[in-house]
Every structure is written in structure tokens, then in C-alpha cells.
């Protein structure tokens, strides 16, 4: 006749104590390295390479054509800031400012950069939220880019971006 051994198993008590130090690690863990900061991040290392990529369409531009400036870009006024924007648009560009951290100096004071599309461009970059809304709550087909484009005295051009999630200013100039 054979004896049975003893053969061991887990117990119910066992297991659940077990599965509740998994998951009280697991919840640490999560915790530890905080999704939406990581999003943010994110969304901010893509608006530094949208800055970034802007900025170098329009020196690029300038140097293709023996350091003339984009015709949008030089009749910036020295000081103001301007929007960027995908497309013409008459009036508006002030009305971000709810959503800009950097304020559009006026109404008229946009700047279109669709012209650099295709040659230096892919596409003029919009901010990883979509397209920034006006304030007006205007549906007519306008829209900001959530990215703004100034130019000082010297001829410098600073590309900012409206939003940042984590740092405190995303920008860049030449």
C-alpha cells in the first residue's frame, strides 16, 4: 500500500496576503512616478521642439534668401508680439491672451507663417491641446497656434509658447 505524502499547499490566508503586498507595491509604484507630471512633460518637450523647429524654419528662410527676412516677419513691428498662425487672418490675435501666458500686443498683430510650409515646414506646429480657441468664442474658422513670435530692434526673433505644463517660460530666439 502506498502512503500518501504530505503535500503542502498554499492557504486562502496566504494568497490574500500576498495579492495585498503586490498591490500596495503596485499603488506605490504608480504613485512614485505620477502619470499626469510625466503627460506634462511631455507636452512640454513637444512645444520646445515646435519652438525649436519655428524658430529654425525662419532662419533658414533668411538664409536662403540672402538674409532677408520672411515678408510676414519683417513687417513685424520691432517689440510687439505676435501670434503665429496657420493662415491669414484680419483681426483676433489679442483675443488668446486667456490661454497665452505671453500677451499679444494687439488685435491685427498676427503672423502668418503658412508660407514656410512644404519648403521648411511640414505643417506650422500647433500646441499638443489643439488648436488655441479665441476668447471671443469666434467660430470662424480662425485659430491660434499656441505659439507666439516676436522680433526686437536687432533683428533677434523669439519664438514662445503660449502654454507650459512644468517650466516656467518654453522659448527660444536667434
Not at 496657420?86 to 498676427?110: E, P, Y
Amino acid at each position: 500500500m502506498i502512503q500518501p505524502t504530505n503535500q503542502r499547499g498554499f492557504t486562502l490566508l496566504e494568497l490574500l496576503v500576498v495579492i495585498a503586498i503586490v498591490g500596495i507595491l503596485v499603488a506605490v509604484v504608480f504613485v512614485a512616478l505620477d502619470p499626469a507630471q510625466r503627460f506634462q512633460q511631455a507636452r512640454d518637450a513637444i512645444r520646445q521642439n515646435d519652438v525649436q523647429e519655428i524658430l529654425s524654419a525662419v532662419k533658414r528662410y533668411q538664409v536662403d534668401h540672402a538674409g532677408d527676412d520672411l515678408a510676414a516677419v519683417a513687417a513685424l513691428t520691432a517689440g510687439n508680439i505676435y501670434m503665429v498662425v496657420d493662415g491669414a487672418m484680419a483681426l483676433g490675435c489679442d483675443d488668446q491672451n486667456a490661454s497665452c501666458d505671453t500677451a499679444v500686443t494687439g488685435d491685427s498683430h498676427c503672423v502668418d507663417l503658412s508660407l514656410l510650409v512644404d519648403q521648411y515646414l511640414d505643417d506650422v506646429p500647433i500646441s499638443p491641446l489643439g488648436s488655441v480657441p479665441w476668447d471671443d468664442g469666434s467660430a470662424d474658422g480662425e485659430r491660434g497656434t499656441g505659439y507666439t513670435l516676436e522680433r526686437d530692434a536687432n533683428g533677434t526673433i523669439r519664438v514662445r509658447a503660449c502654454e507650459s505644463g512644468d517650466a516656467a517660460e518654453i522659448s527660444a530666439a536667434l
